[in-house]
C-alpha cells in the first residue's frame, strides 16, 4: 500500500528514487512486490534499455482508482500516529 501511496503522491518515478522513498526496503523486496502490482495491472513499467538502464513506474488507471481509497488510510495512519 505505501509504494501505491508515494506513487499516487508523486507521480511515476524511476526504480532508484521510489527505493529512496521506501525507507529501509531491500532492492530484492521492491523489486518482487513492483512485479506483483504491475501483474495485478495496477502499476506500470517502462523500461528503457540505455545505460545504465531505465525503469520508470506508475500508476494505471485502475492503481489511479486505488486513490480515493488512499487518502482516508492515510488520514487515519496520520491520526493514530499523532494520538498512539
Known sequence: MYILW???NNGALRFGELGREVEGISTKVLTERLRKLESMGV???DYK???PPEATY???ERGQELSKTL???CELASRWYDNP
Open 49 to 51: 534499455a540505455t545505460i
Open 6 to 8: 508515494i506513487l499516487d
Open 43 to 45: 502499476v506500470y513499467r
Open 58 to 60: 506508475g500508476l494505471t
Open 71 to 73: 487518502d482516508p488510510l
